[in-house]
């Protein structure tokens, strides 16, 4: 079966997560019986609330997963230099709230496609040099609700330049930016 150009950039911020936690280099146990490698987003919380993860412990540790892996597979275009300091926010938030009143994307990291508008220290540039340094004059509806929710928004994934509106004549996943992506996934 082959998926579209469309419908696999619409996977990209989900598979990101999933390439780098499914490929890891570091161990994968924090504690006895927790392991990153096979974590859901409920385990991740579960993780949380046992105080056996934190927000930042999470997001350092996908951090130095892009750190290696993103030479080879391209698949991250920039991370967000205020991750740390949004994981700290959350892990705080976690330790003066009751566990009901927070979502379950609290304190999770989540990569956003570069087309995707954050107003903040993040490019968006769908890719191009042309638009690198440009201002959005505000966050994408999607990214308003990820930062209400909670989520720590960890970088920008590669997409298809201008998300292959560019040229029909280019390979799936290339922008100037990052060069060719490398993005290995399985769907059903």
């Not at 390439?19 to 096979?38: D, G, Q, V, Y």
């Not at 968006?124 to 929710?149: C, E, H, P, Q, Y």
């Not at 928004?153 to 280019?170: F, M």
């Not at 922008?175 to 993005?183: C, D, L, M, T, Y």
Request: charged letters at 20%.
């Amino acid at each position: 079966m082959v998926m579209d150009s469309t419908l696999a950039c619409s996977f990209i911020q989900f598979l990101i997560l999933v390439t780098f936690s499914s490929m890891l280099l570091l161990p994968t146990t924090l504690a006895s019986e927790f392991s990153i490698k096979e974590a859901t987003v409920q385990d991740l919380q579960l993780a949380f609330q046992r105080n056996q993860l934190t927000s930042r412990q999470l997001v350092e540790f996908y951090l130095n997963q892009i750190k290696i892996q993103n030479p080879v597979l391209k698949g991250v275009l920039e991370v967000n230099p205020d991750a740390l300091a949004q994981a700290d926010k959350a892990d705080q938030e976690r330790r003066e709230k009751t566990p009901s009143s927070l979502s379950r994307l609290h304190g999770i990291p989540i990569l956003v496609k570069d087309n995707t508008a954050t107003k903040d220290r993040l490019n968006t540039t769908a890719g191009s040099f042309a638009l690198l340094g440009s201002v959005v004059s505000r966050d994408a509806g999607v990214v308003t609700k990820l930062r209400k929710a909670g989520a720590v928004i960890l970088g920008k994934a590669t997409l298809s330049e201008w998300s292959h509106y560019r040229s029909s004549k280019v390979p799936g996943g290339w922008n100037a930016r990052g060069g060719q992506g490398k993005v290995i996934f399985y769907y059903f």
